[in-house]
């Protein structure tokens, strides 16, 4: 069964760095787009950053030069680093694994990240 599982999440003051962690138990983690969503309160959900088979990165301009999305397919796990965290960073961060070839798209449970003084 596939499993993604956020953590790291947490309460965090402004301008402080939190980095989650998306840990897959997935078979071929190696061909699967990776990507970082985040939903607000009242908010839809909107995509943060991604990284592709290759390693290539794109990023929402909200979070460019904040935000470093990684990942590490020797542990089937991808990261983001979040740091100069803003309280319109407050949300729950989920983890999303997509391959085109496979026809396969999963979803982690999320994380909260809240950002508060």
């Known amino acids: 069964q596939v499993q993604l599982v956020e953590s790291g999440g947490g309460l965090v003051e402004p301008g402080g760095s939190l980095r989650l962690s998306c840990a897959a138990s997935?078979?071929?983690?190696?061909?699967?787009?990776m990507a970082w969503y985040r939903q607000a309160p009242g908010k839809q959900r909107e995509l943060v950053a991604t990284?592709?088979?290759?390693?290539?990165?794109n990023y929402a301009d909200s979070v460019k030069g904040r935000f470093t999305i990684s990942r590490d397919s020797t542990k089937s796990t991808m990261y983001l680093q979040m740091n100069s965290l803003k309280p319109e960073d407050t949300a729950v961060y989920y983890c999303?694994?997509?391959?085109?070839?496979?026809?396969?798209?999963?979803w982690g449970q999320g994380t909260q990240v809240t950002v508060s003084s």
């Open positions: 997935i078979n071929n983690f190696s061909i699967y787009t």
């Open positions: 999303n694994a997509d391959s085109r070839l496979m026809k396969r798209n999963y």
């Open positions: 990284i592709t088979t290759l390693g290539n990165t």
